[in-house]
């Protein structure tokens, strides 16, 4: 069964509301049955959340998460000694 517009809004909104890469684009699209996430995150956990978000909106059963981890000097707490 395809994904209708408004299970699609409502996991960009999740997406924006939750995530800490506010300023990053995350496009979500679907593919009959399938929402896919693309885009550029700058963690393996922000990933890792996105797609939980996602799979948390009634209706919405798989996901292909293409998105990239792409750090940013602000994702490392590391600091050189």
């Known amino acids: ?3 209708d ?3 699609l809004v409502m996991a960009e909104s999740n997406l924006k509301d939750r995530l800490r890469a506010g300023g990053l684009f995350i496009k979500v699209t679907a593919k009959n049955a399938l929402v896919v ?3 550029d995150v700058p ?3 922000e990933k890792a959340k996105a797609e939980q978000l996602v799979r948390k909106v009634e209706g919405i059963k798989q996901v292909a ?3 990239r981890v792409v750090p940013t000097p602000d ?3 590391a600091t050189p000694q």
């Open 43 to 45: 963690s393996e956990a």
């Open 5 to 7: 517009r408004a299970k």
């Open 37 to 39: 996430l693309d885009g």
């Open 1 to 3: 069964m395809p994904i």
């Open 65 to 67: 998460n293409h998105l």
């Open 75 to 77: 994702s490392s707490q």
